[in-house]
Structure formats: structure tokens, C-alpha cells
């Protein structure tokens, strides 16, 4: 790619970010407020759906690539189940914004929504390992994406409870597989990336380091679905051997986070549908943590499974299965931290 191209991506992706920040003070002005209770961070009554710019301004940016880059288009079949798929998020998320649905409605939608992904033949057909090299997988690829698609589109729900949070860890994650994929030949990731990103980068002032707007559901759930199937087009990179990887390395902070409470209520014999206040960043902000470095740490922890994922990509083939458990150390120290702080400030093991 030429700088020239690089320097029209950005004006393009700066323009949709102005479209995304527009749509977010029009949100403001609607006034769908969140309303503080015992399992929320905030204190006051803040506007919610902030997330509606992010949407709009990446299905507006899918549909110029769509229309004038036609060597970074999907087939027509992934295009249309993964754009229908992703509409559907977003709608039903926001009417759950506005009506606050149980859990249940949000679960069967993304599970409908991933299966929408999944049938129009954009899942996991094989795996490229060292040594082994193309393994063929047959349906356990598709079984494998579906429950993938629905944790990381959860996963981002769960993780949205803090100022920037989410939003900012998404940015990074996009920021650094616009780059791989870049380097990879992988133009809708790559595009795909890069608009998610700007609007995002739209959304963000609005945010963090004070609230003026949350994100809302239809920002979190569409963006962790968005994420969820740019992970799936990412492990289809066939110079690099499981870069099915790649993905879930940049989201490591919040997939160890989410993965880690669930086992715990399992373990403990809670219900997991039951809201709580249990997840570790929700225990370090509770034990006293300032919450904006609480995102701050966990934009970082993306920014490190970046710098992972691009050494991943370089790297011989026995280091492969190796450079991402190094993503772990990080993660163990930071819920020993949480823990520890847990202990002292009275939260016990939480």
C-alpha cells in the first residue's frame, strides 16, 4: 500500500469519526439515560446509546468499500449474513437500551445473529499449525465460531462498566489488526478495522475521561461482534500459521478477565445470569482503584497483545504456541493485585 493510499484512508476514516461524534451529541440530546443502581459504577443518571454513532458510522463506511474497493470485498454471501447479522445486533441491543430486555432476548439474538455469520459460510474450515500444516476441521469449525462469536460479543457487554473501557480497548485492538492485517494482504480486516476504529475515535472524547454518554449495548454488543468476525476473517491469513490467534491475543485483557468470573460463579454455584458486580476490574474499582487507570491498564493490555500478535506473525514456527501464553503472566499479577486489594479494603474473596 502506498503512502498516498494510507493518508486517503485516514481522511476518510477522520470523516466517518466527524459522522460518529455528530450522531453521539444527537444520542445526548435523546436523553436515554442510564439510571444508577447498587451493580453500576456511576452516581447520576448519564445518556446511554452513544454506541448508535459507532454503528452508524462503520455500516456508512462498509457501504463506500462496498461500493468503490471492490479487491477488498467479502463474497456476497459472508457480506450479506455478516451485515444483516451485525444489523441485528445493533437494533436489538438498542431496544434493550431503551427496555432494558432481560438477558435471555440478548442471548438468543446473538446466538441467531452468529448463526446468521456462520451459515453464510464465513466460519472456521481449517487450521494452519506448525509442523502439521492445513488441518481440516469440518463442522467443529462452524460449532467452534458460533460459540466464539457469542463469548466475545458478551464478553465486550461485560467489560462495558467503566469510562472508556471497552471503547478504548476495542480502539487499540482495531488499531493493531488494521496493521497486521495490512501487512498480510487482508483488506476487509483491514478496512473493516479501520472503520470500526473511527467510529470509535468519534465516540471516545464523549466518554473518558469524564461520561458525558455511555456506550450502551448497541455499542458493546456490535462491538465485540464486529471484533468476533474480523477474528474468524483474520485466521483465514494463510502465510501465518494459527492466526486464529491473532484476535483473541489482541483481546486479552478482557477475554482472561470475562473467561476467569465465569469459571469463579460456576465454581461457587452461582447463577451466572444474574447481574453481579464480580468481574476483576469491577473488584479493583471497588476496592478503591481509580477507574480511569483501571482502563487505562487494560487499553495497555491490548496494546501488549498487539505487540504479541506482531511478533506472532514473525515469528518461527516454535514459538508460535508459545508468544501467546507469555499474554498470561500480565493477567495472573493483575488478579493477584486485585485480590490482594479485595483482602484489605474487606471485599474478601469476592
Known amino acids: 500500500m502506498t503512502l498516498i493510499a494510507f493518508f486517503r484512508h485516514l481522511a476518510f476514516c477522520g470523516a466517518l469519526a466527524l459522522v460518529s461524534a455528530i450522531v453521539v451529541v444527537a444520542m445526548m440530546s435523546a436523553r436515554i439515560m442510564d439510571t444508577p443502581n447498587a451493580r453500576k459504577a456511576h452516581i447520576r443518571p448519564t445518556p446511554k446509546g452513544g454506541g448508535v454513532g459507532v454503528v452508524?458510522?462503520?455500516?456508512?463506511?462498509?457501504?463506500v468499500l462496498y461500493g468503490y474497493a471492490d479487491f477488498a470485498r467479502l463474497g456476497e454471501s459472508y457480506f450479506r449474513g455478516v451485515i444483516v447479522a451485525a444489523l441485528a445486533i445493533a437494533v436489538v441491543s438498542f431496544l434493550d437500551d431503551l427496555?432494558?430486555?432481560?438477558?435471555?432476548?440478548?442471548?438468543?439474538?446473538?446466538?441467531?445473529?452468529a448463526t446468521a455469520a456462520v451459515g453464510s459460510g464465513l466460519?472456521?474450515?481449517?487450521?494452519?499449525?506448525?509442523?502439521?500444516?492445513?488441518?481440516?476441521?469440518?463442522?467443529l469449525g462452524a460449532a467452534a465460531t458460533?460459540?466464539?462469536?457469542?463469548?466475545?460479543?458478551?464478553?465486550m457487554n461485560?467489560?462495558?462498566?467503566?469510562n472508556g473501557l471497552a471503547a478504548g480497548t476495542t480502539l487499540v485492538a482495531c488499531g493493531f489488526l488494521a496493521f497486521l492485517a495490512e501487512s498480510q494482504?487482508?483488506?476487509?480486516v483491514y478496512f473493516a478495522?479501520?472503520?470500526?476504529?473511527?467510529?470509535l475515535i468519534g465516540f471516545l472524547p464523549f466518554n473518558f475521561p469524564r461520561a458525558r454518554i455511555f456506550l450502551?449495548?448497541?455499542?458493546?454488543?456490535?462491538?465485540?461482534?464486529?471484533?468476533a468476525v474480523l477474528g474468524v476473517a483474520a485466521a483465514r491469513f494463510d502465510a501465518v500459521e494459527m492466526s486464529f490467534l491473532l484476535v483473541p491475543c489482541l483481546l486479552n485483557g478482557v477475554l482472561f478477565d470475562v473467561a476467569f468470573t465465569l469459571v469463579r460463579r460456576v465454581l461457587a454455584g452461582e447463577r451466572i445470569t444474574q447481574p453481579h458486580r464480580s468481574h476483576i476490574y469491577q473488584v479493583a474499582h471497588r476496592s478503591g482503584m481509580d477507574p480511569r487507570a483501571i482502563a487505562v491498564l487494560h487499553w495497555g493490555f491490548a496494546g501488549l497483545g498487539g505487540l504479541v500478535g506482531v511478533a506472532f506473525v514473525h515469528a518461527d514456527a516454535d514459538w508460535k504456541a508459545v508468544l501467546p501464553l507469555l499474554l498470561l503472566g500480565p493477567q495472573l499479577v493483575w488478579l493477584s493485585y486485585v485480590a490482594l486489594r479485595a483482602r484489605r479494603t474487606g471485599l474478601g474473596r469476592w
Not at 452508524?56 to 457501504?63: C, Q, T
Not at 478495522?193 to 467510529?199: E, V, Y
Not at 450502551?216 to 471484533?227: A, E, I
Request: net charge negative.
Open 56 to 63: 452508524v458510522a462503520f455500516m456508512l463506511g462498509i457501504a
Open 99 to 113: 427496555y432494558d430486555w432481560p438477558f435471555t432476548i440478548k442471548l438468543v439474538t446473538q446466538a441467531l445473529a
Open 123 to 139: 466460519y472456521l474450515r481449517e487450521v494452519h499449525l506448525p509442523y502439521a500444516g492445513i488441518v481440516q476441521i469440518g463442522w
Open 146 to 155: 458460533l460459540a466464539w462469536i457469542v463469548f466475545v460479543t458478551n464478553a
Open 158 to 162: 461485560f467489560i462495558d462498566g467503566l
Open 185 to 188: 494482504g487482508g483488506w476487509f
Open 193 to 199: 478495522a479501520m472503520l470500526l476504529a473511527a467510529g
Open 216 to 227: 450502551g449495548d448497541v455499542g458493546s454488543q456490535f462491538c465485540g461482534f464486529v471484533l
